[in-house]
C-alpha cells in the first residue's frame, strides 16, 4: 500500500502543487491531511478546491483531520484575534484576514473535521494527529529525549503515529515499539531550505512499513511576492517566512 501524507499546507497552493507533483509519481493508493489548510499564506480557496478536487478523485481513500490553526479560523473570536495580534502581529493579522476571505463552506469544512483518526491498514495500527495524541498544539520536534515523546504518546493504541505542527521532520522508534514520524510542512516549512517536505510511506501485506521524507522544491520567492500583495498590517514578515 502506498500512502503519501501532507501536512500544514497553509494556504501555499504552489507548495502542494509541486508536492503533488512528486506524489503522483508515486502512485499513491491513500492520500492522509495532518492539518493547517488555510491559514497564514497567500490562497486559502485555491488550496481548499485543490483539496476538494483530491477527495473526489480518492473518496474514503483521502483522510484529513483538523490542525490548530484550522481550528483558530473556524472558531475565530474577537479576544483571539486580539491576543494573536499582541502575541504574534503577523499571525494575528492574518488569521483576521484569512477568515474574511476564506469561503464560508470551506470555514464549516474545517470545523467540523475530527482532531485525530484511527486507521488500521494490512493489520497495522495508524494514528493520524495534528501534533500529539494528546493535545493538537503539542510540538513533537526534532532531538527530544526518548521519555519525553514516550509521555506524549501514550495513550496512543497505535504501532505507528503520524503528525505534523512543528513544520520540522523528525522520527522516532520507542522502545515501546511505537514509532512516532513527524511529516514536516507543506506550506510553510522550516527546514533550512524552506522547501516542501512531505513522507512516503509503504505498507506491506503483513503490515511492515517503510518510509521515506522527501524534500520537493518550488518557487518560493513567488509566494513571497503573493502574500506582500495581500497588503495587511505586518505582511511582509510573513511574507520574509518563506525565503
Ligand atoms: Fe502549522
Redesign the pocket.
Known amino acids: 500500500m502506498n500512502i503519501a501524507v501532507i501536512s500544514?499546507i497553509?494556504a501555499n497552493l504552489s507548495a502542494l502543487n509541486s508536492v503533488l507533483d512528486d506524489i503522483n509519481e508515486f502512485n499513491p493508493d491513500i492520500i492522509f491531511c495532518l492539518g493547517?489548510y488555510v491559514m497564514a499564506g497567500y490562497n486559502p480557496n485555491g488550496t481548499m478546491d485543490k483539496l476538494f478536487d483530491l477527495r473526489q478523485k480518492f473518496g474514503d481513500n483521502f483522510k484529513m483531520i483538523q490542525?490548530n490553526?484550522d481550528k483558530m479560523v473556524a472558531c475565530c473570536s474577537d479576544e483571539l484575534l486580539k491576543n494573536s495580534k499582541e502575541a504574534y502581529p503577523c499571525m494575528g493579522y492574518s488569521l483576521e484576514e484569512d477568515v474574511k476571505i476564506t469561503d464560508k463552506k470551506y470555514i464549516e469544512f474545517i470545523k467540523n473535521l475530527p482532531e485525530k483518526m484511527n486507521i488500521e491498514i494490512c493489520n497495522l495500527k495508524i494514528e493520524l494527529v495534528h501534533g500529539s495524541p494528546r493535545r493538537q498544539n503539542e510540538n513533537i520536534y526534532p532531538g527530544l529525549s526518548e521519555n519525553t515523546v514516550e509521555e506524549m504518546v501514550a495513550d496512543s493504541e497505535a504501532e505507528l503515529i503520524l503528525c505534523?505542527?512543528t513544520?520540522k521532520p523528525a522520527g522516532y522508534s520507542l522502545s515501546s515499539g511505537k514509532t512516532v514520524i513527524n511529516v514536516g510542512?507543506v506550506g510553510?516549512s522550516m527546514i533550512e531550505s524552506k522547501m516542501p517536505v512531505y513522507l512516503r510511506l509503504v505498507v506491506d501485506k503483513n503490515g511492515q512499513f517503510y518510509s521515506e521524507h522527501r524534500i520537493v522544491d518550488y518557487d518560493n520567492k513567488q509566494v513571497f511576492n503573493h502574500i506582500l500583495t495581500r497588503d495587511f498590517p505586518h505582511c511582509r514578515e510573513l511574507a520574509e517566512m518563506f525565503v
Open positions: 500544514d497553509h493547517d490542525g490553526t505534523g505542527h513544520h510542512s510553510r
